[in-house]
């Protein structure tokens, strides 16, 4: 087996909303396998993935972060027992274009539990995440979105299951579990000096606008009651002006709906600086 390095940019494309950090790992590299390559030419161009690797571990899956908590090595050890199955394609025919979409499924998460006894009497646990992502630019405007949508097998009784572990134990208890939870979003970004035939003396701003829904308890079992303060719909808008080539400022207002609108909005300002580039020769 190789080490590969892949975070969700791989697995699930370039454009993904800030929500998706509650449903998926926000850093995931996994042990494992990939065959990649490409083919076809110019307006008929592709590129593949197809990976085997570690699965995740049920003993992390929990009503806030659903499945994101499962990825393995806590105890700096992977059981491959039930690994991971990953593909995706993208199509990148089109100059400035990239259109792709990814499959995950992992047979039994159960299985790759610390204790291989846990999760035995209740049966498999199946994974699968389903994610569509899109990407467009060019000099004038940079545009992308994608969704994603996860189903998880057996959560009733996987969430029975996991309120009871121990209380020393690094796991969250918090359950019901969603059987659904689901992302998505979409952002557009104009570059305004590239309306003005790229003058010096114009500022190098983007203006952009996001909207993102995200809710790791978007659907239940029967029986199970979600939790409506993790249902997350937000609207951001703001500019990013590159000061120096290398330097850019930047500043958004996001406003949230919590729960359909059943809980109090969050509005909030904020204002960073940041250093796009390498502080030594690659």
């Known amino acids: 087996m ?3 390095h892949h975070e969700p940019i791989n697995f699930f494309g370039t454009s993904r909303p800030e929500g998706e950090r509650t449903i998926l790992p926000s850093t995931w590299h996994e042990n494992g396998i990939e065959f990649f390559g490409t083919f076809g030419r110019d307006y008929t161009r592709f590129s593949y993935q197809a990976l085997i690797v570690a699965g995740l571990n049920a003993n992390g899956f929990d009503r806030n972060t659903w499945i994101a908590s499962g990825k393995q090595g806590v105890f700096e050890t992977d059981n491959f027992t039930s690994p991971g ?5 993208n199509y990148e025919g089109i100059p400035g274009l990239r259109v792709g979409g990814s499959f995950y499924y992992c047979v039994n998460a159960g299985s790759n539990s610390d204790k291989s006894q846990t999760y035995a009497s209740i049966g498999k646990i199946p994974v699968r ?3 569509a992502d899109m990407q467009y630019h060019n000099k004038y405007v940079t545009a992308r979105g994608n969704i994603l949508y996860g189903n998880l097998g057996n959560s009733k009784q996987l969430s029975n299951i996991n309120t009871k572990l121990p209380n020393k134990s690094p796991y969250s208890r918090l359950t019901p579990i969603a ?4 992302s998505y979003g ?3 970004g104009i570059n305004v000096r590239s309306f003005f035939k790229e003058n010096s003396k114009i500022p190098t701003i983007y203006p952009f606008a996001r909207y993102e829904y995200y809710n790791p308890q978007e659907k239940g079992e029967s029986g199970q009651t979600m939790e409506k303060r993790c249902q997350v719909s937000m609207w951001t808008a703001g500019l990013n002006w590159f000061a120096l080539p290398n330097l850019v400022v930047k500043a958004d207002y996001t406003t949230r709906r919590i729960g359909g609108g059943s809980y109090n909005s969050e509005n909030e300002f904020s204002l960073a600086i940041a250093y796009v580039g390498w502080f030594i020769k690659k």
């Open 2 to 4: 190789t080490n590969t």
């Open 129 to 131: 995440i389903y994610s």
């Open 186 to 188: 979409g952002e557009v």
């Open 85 to 89: 199955y990953v593909g995706r394609l």
């Open 179 to 182: 059987k659904n939870a689901v």
